[in-house]
Structure formats: C-alpha cells, structure tokens
C-alpha cells in the first residue's frame, strides 16, 4: 500500500492526468519511502488509479512517519488571481479541503501506463530497471577496475527541470485551496528516485557490491533527449543574462543556467510561453553513455638525477621533441602501467636545468594518477615498484616512494621558496687566481641579491626584480683558473645568474665579488631542504 493520504488524492489525479508517469506522481507527492520507488511501476500505477478511486478512507495508509506532505507555509505571491504562488516542489491540503476531481476522470488513465512521462521523459519508466543494471554491471566488469563499493551518478537533460516547473504551476493552477502550500525543496529529485531504484538491482549484478552515497568509484550515465531540447530556449528570451556562451561549453542551455533562470522567470511569463501541462514526448531519452572514473591516487617520492643532458619534463620546441625522454617520462612510465591509470599530473619542489644533476636525498616530487584501474597497493608492492623504475634506467633513481592523500600533496609547496638549498658549481674564470684571491668568498654570509628575471626564463616568467639570500658559500681550489663554489640559498636562487651576473641583471654577482669574468662549468643540487615527503626506511 503506498503511504499516500486522502489530501494527496487530487495531486495524484491531475498529474496522471497530465502524462505524469506513477514513479513522478510519487516525487511530487513528497514520498520517502524508496520502496514505493523500487516496486514495479505497472503496480505503483494500479495502486494510485485505486487511490484516487477508493472512497474509504480506511483503506488509505495515513501514518504521520511516512506522510507525503509537509507542513503548512504561507506563500502569497504577488501575482494576478489566475496565477497563484511562485512554483514550488511540494504539496500539502487542509484536511478538510474538498478532493477536486480532473477532467477526463477514469479514461484519461486508461492508456497512461503505456505514454512517456511528460516530466522524466522515461526515466523512470523504462529506462530505469534490470536491463540497465545488466549494462553497468557488464561496462564494469570490462574496464577491470579495483574498488570495494561504488557511487552511481546520472546527467539528465536540463529540459526535466522546464518539464517539472510546468507541472508545478499545473497542480497550483488547478487545485485552488487556500492551505495549498509548495515547497520547492520538498520534491524528490529524479536523481534520488533514480538511485533509489537502481543502487539494490545493480549491487545484485555486482555480486553484493554495495552502492553508497560516496565511494572513490563513481559509475556515471548521461541521458540525453534532442527531440525537446527547445524546450529551454524561450528562457534566453526571458532571462538572457543566464545564458552566457563559454569555451568548454557546447551549448549555453546547461542545467545550471535552466535552473537560475526558472527561479527568476514570473509564473505569469512562464504559462505566456510553455504550454502547462507540457506536451507528451513522442519518444523517451536515450541512454547516450555508461562511464567509469575513478578518484586519483596521489605519489610521492624524491628522485635524483645524474644525466647533464635530461631535462625534468619533456622539452619541446616549436613542436619539435629536443631530447629523448625526461625525468618525469622515466619515473612516470612504470607507476602509469602498475596503477593502469589513464593519465597523470607531475610536480616538484623546484625543477633543475637540464644539463644540472640532482644528488644527495634527491628531490621531492609528487604525481596525481588520474582514473587509476588499479589504486590500492602494499609497502611491499610500492617498494618494488620503486626497485622497478630504479633498474629502468641509470639516468634517474627514485626513494621514498609512497601513496599520499590530496591534502598532504600541499605540504610540498608550503613555505617553499621559505627552504633551503644547498649547490656545487665548478666555476671558471678569466684571470688566473690564486687559493688567496678565493678564500674571501667564505667568509661571506647572508647575502641579498636582486635579481632580475634571466633572459633565458624572461619567455615564460613574468619580468621582475626579486630578492634573495645566499646565507653562506665555501670554495675549494682546483687551478689558476678553476674553483669549486659551495652554496646554500633560499630556494629560488638563480645560481648560473649570480655566478656570470646575466649582463648585470643579477646585482651583486660573483664577477664583481672577483673583479674577473667568471662563468659557470657544471652545477650539482647537493640538497632540497624539505622535509616531505616523509622517508621510508631502506
């Protein structure tokens, strides 16, 4: 018996009067209770045509647990008397308002089981039900995807929200009772029938999977329905500055804009340009596509780098490849095909030129895996996934190797340019020197450059002049004109600019600390002072 009372009678009678099918005749009657919406809708549909024909109350489940109206809310509208309150979602008669009886009566019921809702367009009708959980189950079987439970979603066309807002201002124009009160926010949205209906029928497909509310694996389908995609296109007129063109979008008439521009639109204007009832389709919506995605996994690590002629990400200029492979191509390659994920994002702390290597504990990196197939892995396994990219190749070797969640993928990037980092640069220059000519230069502490953005970087950083420290320096002498220059600076140091001074962009510079040309050889990343991500123990 469905929890429907006596006061629900004429809601239920004018919208299967208008080409409502049982499943949005339970919506707009507010019913929570998700069996109603599993039943089969041919017996929904026989249980409400014996509702509204059943003149004993007693017959009427009246339970105040599983009502369908909410409470009394006075709404007078500023509108003229053949339009009443602005449109709204939910429906609540006095107990002693009279039943109001629709045209057609019993015939207009005859054929409605066999019509497509005029609201959700078949949704819920034929489209929702064992067939389509064969379908998802069969697409998630084949993409071979790791997950404990799953989340469904669903894109409906944005004509539903039109269709619905009609049916509104159907039932307030027709049931005239002064305690009539609709509440937008009270209607079940056909998502949450939709998912009422179809969570147990696809956990059964599944094998017992269970179907939440929230999971990191999301099974999406999007339904479409061109033949009333005009039904939208009479609120450009009335609200164009809802409907604004972008880039990404194809068309201006999202569901979004459809909704802001509903709650703007009068309901006099509405009923002046769409028919109320709207008219039934001809057709029902077409499944268009069955999707999975999963949440990205997040990696962490630090690498160290050994190739003076390996740049960190692939180098391309003027569409043409300048190296064979990178540093984010050599360690990205194994953990793609290990977690079977569709793409990835990669990032560092800091990034070194290509002819610079990167020693000592390496530096930190981070990789966003998107759609991963697979996304749950060991110690164990993580370890000779690491041992894996390691045997790769000698140009790069990884440590620390781990799964990170989102939020610990910041940590990289606090503070950065507040760390430190310590260098070696073999350095030549001009004049001949002396152990004695250098051994200044260690002395030297705290030292504030300005520097102005290197020609080499002005084609992608913004031409500035920022300030940084080298907070000591040591040398080591090799030759009358070779030395070894020791560095620890904030990160962010241009360090080749400071040695050769950029034409004087770099103020001071170690040419004028010399007073001789001098030009950098080799430049090694001894450290990178952050300490994340955490280390795993060899």
């Given at each position: 018996?469905?929890?429907?009372?006596?006061?629900?009678?004429?809601?239920?009678?004018?919208?299967?009067?208008?080409?409502?099918?049982?499943?949005?005749?339970?919506?707009?009657?507010?019913?929570?209770?998700?069996?109603?919406?599993?039943?089969?809708?041919?017996?929904?549909?026989?249980?409400?045509?014996?509702?509204?024909?059943?003149?004993?109350?007693?017959?009427?489940?009246?339970?105040?647990?599983?009502?369908?109206?909410?409470?009394?809310?006075?709404?007078?509208?500023?509108?003229?008397?053949?339009?009443?309150?602005?449109?709204?979602?939910?429906?609540?008669?006095?107990?002693?308002?009279?039943?109001?009886?629709?045209?057609?009566?019993?015939?207009?019921?005859?054929?409605?089981?066999?019509?497509?809702?005029?609201?959700?367009?078949?949704?819920?009708?034929?489209?929702?039900?064992?067939?389509?959980?064969?379908?998802?189950?069969?697409?998630?079987?084949?993409?071979?995807?790791?997950?404990?439970?799953?989340?469904?979603?669903?894109?409906?066309?944005?004509?539903?929200?039109?269709?619905?807002?009609?049916?509104?201002?159907?039932?307030?124009?027709?049931?005239?009772?002064?305690?009539?009160?609709?509440?937008?926010?009270?209607?079940?949205?056909?998502?949450?029938?939709?998912?009422?209906?179809?969570?147990?029928?696809?956990?059964?497909?599944?094998?017992?999977?269970?179907?939440?509310?929230?999971?990191?694996?999301?099974?999406?389908?999007?339904?479409?329905?061109?033949?009333?995609?005009?039904?939208?296109?009479?609120?450009?007129?009335?609200?164009?500055?809802?409907?604004?063109?972008?880039?990404?979008?194809?068309?201006?008439?999202?569901?979004?804009?459809?909704?802001?521009?509903?709650?703007?639109?009068?309901?006099?204007?509405?009923?002046?340009?769409?028919?109320?009832?709207?008219?039934?389709?001809?057709?029902?919506?077409?499944?268009?596509?069955?999707?999975?995605?999963?949440?990205?996994?997040?990696?962490?690590?630090?690498?160290?780098?050994?190739?003076?002629?390996?740049?960190?990400?692939?180098?391309?200029?003027?569409?043409?490849?300048?190296?064979?492979?990178?540093?984010?191509?050599?360690?990205?390659?194994?953990?793609?095909?290990?977690?079977?994920?569709?793409?990835?994002?990669?990032?560092?702390?800091?990034?070194?030129?290509?002819?610079?290597?990167?020693?000592?504990?390496?530096?930190?990196?981070?990789?966003?895996?998107?759609?991963?197939?697979?996304?749950?892995?060991?110690?164990?396994?993580?370890?000779?996934?690491?041992?894996?990219?390691?045997?790769?190749?000698?140009?790069?070797?990884?440590?620390?190797?781990?799964?990170?969640?989102?939020?610990?993928?910041?940590?990289?990037?606090?503070?950065?340019?507040?760390?430190?980092?310590?260098?070696?640069?073999?350095?030549?220059?001009?004049?001949?020197?002396?152990?004695?000519?250098?051994?200044?230069?260690?002395?030297?502490?705290?030292?504030?450059?300005?520097?102005?953005?290197?020609?080499?970087?002005?084609?992608?950083?913004?031409?500035?002049?920022?300030?940084?420290?080298?907070?000591?320096?040591?040398?080591?002498?090799?030759?009358?004109?070779?030395?070894?220059?020791?560095?620890?600076?904030?990160?962010?140091?241009?360090?080749?600019?400071?040695?050769?001074?950029?034409?004087?962009?770099?103020?001071?510079?170690?040419?004028?600390?010399?007073?001789?040309?001098?030009?950098?050889?080799?430049?090694?990343?001894?450290s990178v002072d952050v300490d994340w991500p955490p280390p795993i123990p060899e």
């Amino acid at each position: 018996m469905l929890p429907l009372k006596e006061k629900d009678k004429p809601i239920v009678q004018k919208l299967l009067s208008a080409g409502c099918c049982a499943r949005c005749v339970l919506r707009f009657c507010c019913v929570t209770v998700q069996a109603a919406f599993r039943q089969a809708q041919h017996e929904t549909l026989k249980d409400l045509q014996a509702f509204i024909g059943d003149k004993e109350t007693n017959k009427v489940q009246d339970s105040t647990g599983q009502s369908s109206t909410c409470e009394t809310k006075s709404q007078d509208a500023a509108l003229s008397e053949s339009v009443v309150d602005p449109p709204c979602k939910r429906a609540k008669l006095d107990p002693t308002t009279e039943t109001v009886q629709s045209e057609g009566g019993s015939d207009a019921l005859k054929n409605v089981e066999s019509r497509v809702c005029v609201v959700c367009l078949g949704i819920l009708q034929d489209l929702c039900g064992p067939d389509l959980a064969v379908k998802i189950a069969e697409t998630v079987k084949a993409q071979n995807y790791q997950f404990d439970t799953l989340v469904l979603s669903i894109s409906l066309p944005a004509q539903l929200c039109v269709r619905e807002h009609s049916c509104w201002l159907h039932v307030k124009k027709e049931v005239r009772a002064k305690s009539l009160v609709l509440d937008k926010d009270d209607l079940i949205q056909v998502k949450e029938a939709f998912k009422w209906i179809m969570q147990g029928l696809v956990t059964k497909e599944l094998g017992g999977v269970a179907v939440v509310g929230k999971s990191p694996f999301e099974v999406g389908m999007e339904f479409t329905h061109p033949k009333t995609e005009s039904d939208c296109h009479f609120l450009a007129k009335s609200c164009p500055d809802c409907f604004k063109a972008t880039k990404n979008k194809q068309s201006v008439f999202t569901r979004m804009a459809v909704v802001k521009a509903l709650e703007k639109i009068s309901d006099a204007r509405f009923l002046q340009m769409y028919p109320c009832p709207p008219v039934e389709p001809s057709c029902s919506c077409t499944l268009q596509d069955i999707k999975c995605l999963h949440v990205s996994v997040f990696i962490a690590g630090r690498y160290n780098k050994f190739c003076r002629s390996l740049p960190q990400t692939p180098w391309v200029i003027d569409g043409e490849r300048r190296m064979e492979s990178s540093v984010e191509e050599l360690i990205a390659a194994p953990i793609l095909s290990a977690f079977r994920a569709d793409g990835f994002n990669f990032s560092s702390s800091g990034r070194e030129d290509v002819d610079v290597r990167t020693l000592g504990n390496g530096r930190p990196f981070a990789m966003e895996l998107l759609n991963p197939h697979r996304s749950r892995f060991s110690r164990a396994e993580m370890k000779q996934l690491q041992e894996t990219i390691n045997k790769s190749s000698d140009k790069v070797r990884v440590r620390d190797l781990q799964i990170v969640s989102r939020e610990a993928m910041s940590r990289m990037k606090e503070g950065e340019e507040e760390k430190t980092k310590t260098y070696t640069a073999l350095v030549w220059t001009q004049r001949t020197i002396e152990k004695e000519d250098i051994s200044f230069i260690s002395d030297i502490k705290e030292l504030t450059l300005d520097q102005k953005t290197p020609l080499r970087v002005l084609h992608r950083r913004a031409l500035a002049i920022r300030q940084r420290v080298i907070h000591s320096m040591n040398v080591r002498f090799v030759d009358s004109h070779h030395f070894y220059l020791g560095l620890k600076t904030q990160a962010g140091t241009y360090i080749k600019e400071f040695v050769h001074g950029d034409f004087g962009r770099t103020k001071p510079n170690l040419c004028e600390l010399l007073k001789t040309d001098a030009d950098i050889l080799e430049l090694d990343v001894e450290s990178v002072d952050v300490d994340w991500p955490p280390p795993i123990p060899e």
